[in-house]
């Protein structure tokens, strides 16, 4: 019954030209539970499953209104190298977040570095972000899921208290990196619709590699890659953790194990 409440609540938003999350004078309908515009064509959208989630999805929509400069799949993996040893250089930050030196940063840990650095984030939305970062649930950000928060911090806040805190934990020379995993989610991204799908992924693919009949092959194994939940439709965040291990970030990890 509460599912139901709920998707009743959701079809009134979705009617209503005042809802405050929906674009003022415009007509919106409800196609497989999502909201449409007047004049697009039927297609499946995705509702946030969080808050996070949603102003992921806005902020990309705002980026990739602008566009990308990427045009194949094969030009980022040419930047892998040089991406790879860009992330690793963050490890410097996390050591300097990681305050007991226990190889992971936990949420009292992250809220301190926030407001040290003066991000503008509530405490809500750093519980959100350590959540949604600690992919292993473990109560812990190790080194890869800390690179992901930070491209998510990179993404979600451009203010000029956000990038003096950047400036301060010597993000400006991460940036154009960080830049570059936008500018590749933008370019998967074909509808625009923050979410990657896997036609798109096929479509991505198929632009690089034409001709080759394992082309679809790969970009299957790609999405199934970055498809952590396993929904069909994947976000920034997802992608990020995949991409993180294409590079070989992970390696670090294993070669401090090895090491301990």
């Known amino acids: 019954m509460k599912a139901q409440t ?3 609540n959701f079809t009134f938003l979705c009617l209503v030209p005042e809802a405050p999350f929906l674009n003022p004078g415009s007509v919106y309908y409800l196609v497989m539970g999502s909201a449409l515009g007047k004049g697009e064509s039927p297609k499946k959208a995705w509702i946030a499953e969080t808050k996070l989630e949603a102003k992921m999805v806005e902020a990309m929509q705002r980026r990739e209104s602008q566009g990308s400069s990427v045009r194949s799949f094969n030009t980022i993996i040419l930047k892998f190298p040089k991406i790879d040893e860009s992330l690793r250089k963050c490890k410097a930050i ?16 992250l809220k301190k570095c926030f407001s040290k650095l003066e991000i503008s984030f509530t405490e809500d939305e750093i519980n959100d972000l350590f959540e949604a970062c600690d992919i292993n649930e473990d109560m812990g950000m190790k080194f890869s899921e800390f690179i992901v928060l930070l491209c998510l911090v990179y993404l979600l806040k451009d203010d000029p208290a956000a990038l003096h805190a950047k400036s301060r934990i010597g993000m400006p020379n991460l940036e154009a990196t960080f830049e570059t995993l936008v500018d590749t989610f933008v370019f998967l991204d074909k509808n625009k619709d923050g979410y990657v799908s896997k036609s798109e992924m096929v479509a991505a693919i198929n632009e690089t590699t034409s001709g080759e009949r394992s082309s679809g092959r790969i970009a299957m194994k790609r999405f199934e890659e970055m498809d952590w939940d396993k929904n069909g439709m994947v976000n920034f965040k997802e992608f990020l953790f995949a991409f993180t291990r294409w590079v070989g970030i992970d ?10």
Do not use: K, M, P, R
Request: proline share 0%; glycine share 4%.
């Open 6 to 8: 709920q998707l009743t």
């Open 94 to 109: 996390f050591e300097q977040f990681d305050e007991d030196s226990n190889g992971a940063i936990d949420q009292e840990e």
């Open 251 to 260: 390696d670090v990890e294993d070669e401090e194990n090895a090491e301990v």
